[in-house]
């Protein structure tokens, strides 16, 4: 049987790839804050096929408590995967005003996940089988005026998974990466972005991505174009440019 561990379930991203995952009839455990959302949501993806189903409080700052979970997710019978959708995108111009929150969105979007992997890995590495999701952002790709520091921790997180897939790999693991642009969440609420895709589109971009054993994959589509296109404009001229 396969099982899934999903880190910020309830977020919009997340929330359509539990239920292709539902309806393939994976067993799911949902890892979030909001214990309210997550009954609504486990009874959702009960109804929709998921054969197991269940709930667990998970914080992605108390690393005190990922051992115990880690010691869980070891004794799961079936083929274990996880996907990482945790992240938080506070505004530059919150971070400017209040520079201590540089330290958030670091841990929220890098050395939180990064942590918990580390632990998980070698679980995996014995077994010799499983997939493991990350979910970056295209931000990571190159240092824009407007989100940084956002971008640095999804930097960092990228270059993680790509050592994680270079250890994994080796041993039957699939590691991905997924780079998203905007997409239409509560995130990006009120917002006019370009090329913003559903919640719905990147899970099935994610869901091929598993298919083919792709290690990354950008979503929507297009931004594998787009930000090959940015990342090779020399610096004199990017610093010119408001992107």
């Not at 589109?201 to 787009?226: C, Q, S």
Request: charged share 20%; aromatic share 8%.
């Amino acid at each position: 049987m396969q099982y899934w561990i999903v880190l910020g379930a309830t977020s919009g991203m997340a929330r359509p790839f539990l239920r292709r995952l539902a309806i393939d009839g994976a067993a799911l455990i949902l890892a979030g804050r909001d214990m309210e959302e997550l009954d609504a949501l486990a009874k959702d993806c009960h109804l929709r096929g998921a054969p197991k189903v269940e709930v667990i409080p998970f914080d992605i700052r108390d690393d005190a408590a990922f051992p115990a979970l880690v010691q869980k997710l070891a004794a799961v019978e079936g083929v274990l995967n996880l996907a990482c959708f945790v992240g938080a995108m506070p505004e530059q111009s919150a971070i400017d005003a209040d520079p201590a929150l540089i330290d958030a969105v670091v841990t929220d979007n890098f050395t939180g996940p990064a942590k918990f992997l580390t632990l998980l890995a070698p679980v995996l590495e014995a077994r010799g089988e499983g997939t493991i999701i990350g979910v970056g952002s295209v931000a990571g790709d190159r240092g824009r005026v407007g989100n940084y520091v956002y971008g640095a921790a999804k930097a960092g997180f990228a270059t993680y998974l790509s050592g994680l897939r270079n250890r994994l790999g080796r041993k039957g693991v699939h590691v991905m990466t997924v780079k998203p642009g905007p997409v239409d969440t509560r995130m990006t609420a009120g917002k006019k972005l370009p090329f913003m895709a559903s919640p719905e589109t990147v899970a099935e971009d994610i869901m091929g991505g598993i298919a083919r054993g792709a290690n990354v994959v950008y979503t929507a589509k297009i931004w594998y174009f787009l930000m090959a296109v940015i990342r090779a404009i020399p610096e004199p001229i990017f610093k010119k440019l408001s992107i």
